[in-house]
């Protein structure tokens, strides 16, 4: 059914002027941002294309240009306006520097790396600097492995927390199989950077597993590989 033979007050451009954008469906949603469908396929069906390619909303995350642009409907245009929404979706909820990082309280920040890296295909490992206070001086996205791995090496990472004058940080990677245990490989290397840290005086304050909007706290899990700084 294309859009126009749909009863008006339903049609999601004006289900949203009368009832507003919160109460439209998620393939609504996504319709009015592709505004047009084709000859043969409605805005509507087109959304529901890419949310199949996408499995969810928040999957749009881990989606390339190439793959958006395969989907009927999809041209190279709207697949980088797409891609333009998930990155603003990213910086909306990104920290600013100076911002204070609450440990105890991690959910602004596991929204935010999950955005960055949860959702992706192959492992990434971010380093967030922080100061003594725990406010933001930057983060880096520091290795790009495989589908399974990554190597760390903690000249790459201390080093950039000395250009930071970091006291501490925050280390993440994501698993891209979607589970949160941490492996064998995560614990050794945790133990390697936090050893690292504090010879250098730069602590390693946690170790975050994010996956598919979940995440795991190594910290919580096993404190006593951590030394914090009084």
């Known amino acids: 059914m294309k859009i126009k033979e749909i009863p ?3 049609r999601p451009r004006e289900k949203a002027l ?15 941002f592709i505004r047009q469908g084709t000859r043969k396929y409605s805005a509507l069906q087109v959304a529901d294309k890419v949310l199949k390619q996408a499995h969810t909303i928040s999957g749009l995350n881990r989606l390339e240009k190439d ?29 600013k520097n100076d911002e204070i990082i609450q440990i105890d309280k991690p959910n602004a920040l596991i929204s935010w790396v999950n955005l960055e890296v949860g959702y992706k295909r192959q492992e990434y490992f971010i380093a967030i600097y922080l100061d003594k206070q725990n406010r933001l001086l930057g983060h880096s996205i520091l290795f790009k492995g495989t589908l399974d791995r990554s ?11 000395v250009k930071k004058s970091a006291s501490r940080i925050i280390l993440v990677h994501n698993h891209p199989s979607g589970g949160l245990s941490p492996s064998h ?12 840290g504090q010879m250098m005086g730069v602590f390693i304050l946690d170790h975050l597993i994010v996956a598919e909007g ?5 910290r919580e899990k096993m404190p006593h590989l951590f030394l914090i700084d009084s």
Request: hydrophobic share 45%; no cysteine; proline share 4%.
């Open 214 to 218: 979940g995440y795991v706290s190594i």
């Open 67 to 95: 793959e958006l642009i395969e989907i009927p409907g999809i041209s190279h245009i709207k697949a980088l306006e797409l891609l333009e929404l998930v990155e603003v979706s990213k910086r909306m909820v990104r920290p």
């Open 185 to 196: 490989a995560d614990i050794k290397t945790t133990e390697v950077l936090v050893g690292a």
């Open 18 to 32: 009368i009832q507003g954008l919160q109460t439209l469906s998620d393939r609504e949603l996504l319709a009015i």
């Open 151 to 161: 190597v760390v090496h903690p000249r790459e990472i201390f080093k950039d927390a």
């Open 8 to 10: 008006e007050n339903l």
